[in-house]
């Protein structure tokens, strides 16, 4: 795994401009919790933030010290840089309804 890889996802529709949320995932090499942080992230972004949204993965093994500007203490951790506030949530992000909840998407599908 490289130590910083972009993912994005563009919107198809070019009429409306949706907010882009920016989503940083810090690992620790291609570790099972890593891996699987990273493929539920990616379903819950394509269930509900479909072409407005870049992951960027920042692998610590390679590059330890990227990890002092946004405070990482565990790993896998997920960092919602936009919108703002930046919001933190740790674990492999296996709870769907708890990390819909930690990005404040939760209540925006459900108004």
Known sequence: MDS????????????????????????????????????NLKKICE?????????????????????????????PTLVRKLPVPIRKIIGDLSNTERVLVGLNLYSDKEN
């Open 4 to 39: 910083e890889k972009r993912f994005s996802s563009s919107p198809k529709d070019k009429t409306s401009k949706p907010e882009t949320w920016h989503l940083r995932l810090y690992v620790a090499g291609q570790t099972p919790k890593s891996i699987a942080a990273f493929a």
């Open 47 to 75: 269930e509900h933030l479909k072409g407005q949204y870049t992951i960027e993965v920042i692998d610590l093994i390679e590059n330890p010290k990227l990890a002092k500007g946004d405070q990482i203490l565990a790993i």
